[in-house]
């Protein structure tokens, strides 16, 4: 439970960077990702001159990549970004600006085209990454002002939803919540296995 806390309480809406540079698709403006993937986003965009706009966060990407791996985007650890000022990242006439971007991630320490055993990682013009780029950061602790917070809790680890009782609060959380996100009741019970997966 204290790193599902941990995780959730580095993470923050998409559409409450409050950077300029970051535009983020309507779908998904309430998902919830690593805000330090954002700051840095938010600096590789300023520092390159660019606007960018995610279009795939948590809630319309798959949960596992191609090989099988629960993915970085399922934990809101990842981001792709699709355009760049506007325009499609494929369109060669803003391949300096793209390149300028990613080459501003790897200032700050993004290691490119290789996520495994990385913390910080984009991926651009390899499989699967030629119609977007793919950032991803999975360090948890947040730096204001040249310190830097880890966050911890007690909290009692049973988990829900493995036992018949759990089963029912599961659906009991998915029916109340459901609604009041706008979310189905089915929703937000993956989204709970989503996060007894985290705790495992």
């Given at each position: 439970?204290?790193?599902?806390?941990?995780?959730?309480?580095?993470?923050?809406?998409?559409?409450?960077?409050?950077?300029?540079?970051?535009?983020?698709?309507?779908?998904?403006?309430?998902?919830?990702?690593?805000?330090?993937?954002?700051k840095?986003?938010?600096?590789?965009?300023?520092?390159s001159?660019?606007?960018?706009?995610?279009?795939?966060a948590?809630?319309?990407?798959?949960?596992?990549?191609?090989?099988?791996?629960?993915?970085?985007?399922?934990?809101?650890?990842?981001?792709?970004?699709?355009?760049?000022?506007?325009?499609?990242?494929?369109d060669?006439?803003?391949k300096?600006?793209?390149?300028?971007?990613?080459?501003?991630?790897?200032?700050?320490?993004?290691?490119?085209?290789?996520?495994s055993?990385?913390?910080?990682s984009?991926?651009?013009?390899?499989?699967?990454?030629?119609?977007?780029?793919?950032?991803?950061?999975?360090?948890?602790?947040?730096?204001?002002?040249?310190?830097?917070?880890?966050?911890?809790?007690?909290?009692s680890?049973?988990?829900?939803?493995?036992?018949?009782?759990?089963?029912?609060?599961?659906?009991?959380?998915?029916?109340?919540?459901?609604?009041?996100?706008?979310?189905?009741?089915?929703?937000?019970?993956?989204e709970?296995?989503?996060i007894?997966?985290?705790?495992?």
């Amino acid at each position: 439970m204290k790193k599902l806390i941990q995780l959730l309480e580095a993470n923050i809406k998409l559409n409450s960077s409050g950077c300029p540079n970051i535009s983020v698709d309507g779908d998904i403006a309430l998902n919830l990702v690593n805000e330090i993937l954002l700051k840095d986003i938010c600096t590789a965009a300023k520092n390159s001159s660019v606007n960018v706009s995610i279009t795939s966060a948590v809630s319309d990407h798959p949960e596992k990549t191609d090989s099988g791996a629960i993915s970085r985007h399922s934990k809101g650890q990842a981001v792709d970004i699709s355009k760049i000022n506007g325009k499609s990242v494929k369109d060669a006439s803003i391949k300096t600006s793209v390149d300028n971007f990613v080459g501003q991630l790897e200032r700050l320490g993004y290691e490119r085209n290789s996520e495994s055993g990385n913390p910080k990682s984009v991926l651009w013009q390899m499989a699967d990454h030629y119609n977007h780029v793919h950032v991803s950061n999975t360090e948890e602790n947040v730096t204001t002002g040249g310190t830097t917070s880890t966050s911890s809790s007690t909290t009692s680890t049973d988990s829900v939803g493995d036992n018949p009782g759990g089963r029912i609060m599961n659906s009991l959380i998915g029916s109340t919540l459901g609604p009041m996100l706008g979310l189905k009741e089915h929703r937000v019970n993956k989204e709970i296995d989503k996060i007894k997966n985290l705790l495992k």
